[in-house]
């Protein structure tokens, strides 16, 4: 399709419209709506023990199960702006970063009782560093037991910080 | 008036003594580093340092957040003049002029002039913050649970009016921070709601790990996506001095951007970089000779930059005085002083006068600190910029987890971290702004408190909203700015504005 029979559907492509072909034009949007419907979905499933209550005396569950609903509809909204919405594409992800920097961030809630806070900093680092693609592990290395004696001494020595410095001996 | 001098002088007191001076020193210079460092900016800065704020006193909490807040737009101007790359969201309009004007080989009378406008905004700001935010207390003082609750949605629909992307899911967004904020024990029952049974959620989950995921794991992903944009500063700096012809055309434009900054700081939403820009588009309009912005005009410099300091510091009225924050960095210091056991609003001015009068003299202080910081070392700033990304992230990282662990030395809590991060990383991707969610987040416990009770009061009736004067004010202006956005053609130049900022 070139570009101005494009604009020309964008412009006439709107409900009523004899040409409008309802087909999703923004994955965005229906991504955004279907979270928004999830979580809220997921929110009335654990919600429904709550005592709701009456306007006047409000029980726990009434502002959750409220908000869940109103999350559902806007959710639905979104959804249906899809069809109509000017086209947009998906946005694109980037897994390696997004991976591997939950991965040392997982690490360290695992391993910093365990394994106490250096070897853990060190770990986070060199983990971190595989997430990035410009990373020069010499560099790297120096930076992960820089920080890992930098923060110990800070963190533990200096503010007293409640970590463990050493592992865990079984 | 004489009141106001002497509360203002015993502000200075507080902001004097030794420690809290050494925080503002802190702050301006972290303000400065992550503002001169492009990729890091005041919102995940403030998130990181959540949990440090733990171990301070609040009033020296709140000066060294409000230091990197208004520290930030001094360093940001650096790196947008000599480097042409905004350091921060609030310097890419200095770019324009900035620039050019180093490339023309007089990078050092620009760096003075943005750090004097800067000076300038700041004193003024300062000044204007003494004097409107006791009277706005006060009217404040006067509101009723049914007032808080109409000024909190006022505040919310601002903050959908001002994020970027579309209104519905912005809309969706302060929703899910409401929802969210409701997990954990209910205040009035004290049952457990929605806590999947996982007893570290009784409490609610955690504002640092919501801001910091939010925003600084996330943005970490987004600069982690593509190679570093490196550009070496070549240009010399040469001589500080601005010539005398520069200080006739800066001056009123100085002058102008800070009112106008001042004014628009105000706004809920607002803050630095929505002032910068109006302050930049305001010059060029009202220019003889608009030909010249884009150049090297040195207008297009001082302007920008004396609003986005004053915008950064007038924000702190709405908080203060009726106790809804009107962006990110200004929400993140609203949790940080409810983590200390204040409410903001309105009752600190006469409950914590030591906290409001500090903060506001702190600031003073902190202006003149930053152009003695910013302009003799304007060398070593820049050589900071020649350390790579590569090595940020990493530091980054460990601070994080560092800082959300400290909070309730809870493993828990560090993955949540991951939870919200994941989260702020889609929704971005998506084009939801993250920042209404937090706006929400933080007003959330308040208005449901204050719904219930404004329910209780008027024994369910909910025309209560609209038959108490006050309320039915604060909720028309809200329909109307709805309105208003939701209106065809100022829904083409909202996009507009926010896409010229991208």
Known sequence: MDAKLKDAVAETGRPGSA??????????????????????????????????????????????????????????AIMVRSLFADEEKLARWYPRPLILICAAVAFFSVALDRLGLPITICGVVIIAGLADAETRWRETIVLAIGLAVAASLIFVDGLGLPMPLWPELF | MFDLFSQFLSGFATAAQPANLLYCLIGALIGTLIGVLPGLGPVATVAMLLPVTFYLEPVSALIMLAGIYYGASYGGSTTAILV?????????????????????????????????????????????????????????????????????????????VLARGSILSALGMIVLGFFLSMIGTDINTGQPRMTLGIPELNDGIGFVPLA??????????????????????????????????????????????????????????????????????????????????????????????????????????????????????????????????IQPGPQVMTKNPELFWGVIASMLIGNIMLVIINLPLISVWVALLKVPYRMFHPVLLVVSCIGVYSVNNSSFEVLLLIVFGVLGYALTKWRCEPAPLLLAFVLGPLLEENLRRAMLLSSGDPSVFVTRPISAVLLVLAVCLLVIVILPNVRKTRELAFEEET
């Open chain 1, 19 to 76: 040409r409008h072909i309802p087909h999703i034009r923004n994955w965005n949007d229906v991504l955004t709506g279907a979270t928004f419907i999830g979580i809220a979905g997921w929110g009335l499933w654990l919600a429904q023990n709550l005592r709701v209550g009456t306007a006047v005396r409000m029980g726990p569950g009434w502002l959750p199960t409220a908000s869940a609903y109103v999350l559902i509809a806007l959710g639905l």
């Open chain 2, 212 to 341: 910091m995921g939010l925003f600084a794991i996330a943005e970490t992903l987004r600069n982690l996506e593509s190679p570093e944009y490196r550009s070496l500063v070549q240009a010399k700096i040469g001589s500080l001095m601005p010539s005398r012809q520069d200080f006739r055309e800066a001056t009123p434009a100085a002058i102008r951007g800070t009112i106008l900054g001042a004014i628009l700081g105000l706004l809920p939403g607002g803050g630095a970089t929505l002032s910068a820009f109006a302050a930049y588009a305001f010059e060029k309009r009202i220019a003889k000779n608009p030909d010249r912005f884009g150049k090297g005009a040195i207008e297009g410099v001082a302007a920008p930059e004396a609003a986005n300091n004053a915008g950064a510091q007038t924000s702190f009225i709405p908080l203060l005085t009726l106790g809804i924050p009107s962006n990110a960095v200004i929400a993140l210091m609203a949790g940080a002083m409810m983590i200390h056991g």
């Open chain 2, 84 to 160: 042409n790359l905004p350091g921060e969201n609030s310097s890419v309009v200095t770019c324009l002029d900035g620039y050019q004007m180093a490339r023309q080989g007089r990078a050092g009378p620009a760096l003075a002039i943005a750090a004097l406008a800067s000076l300038f905004a700041g004193l003024f700001a300062t000044f204007f913050i003494a004097l409107f935010a006791p009277p706005l207390a006060e009217v404040a003082l006067m509101f009723g649970p049914a007032e808080y609750c109409s000024l909190m949605v006022l505040g919310m629909i601002a903050a959908i």
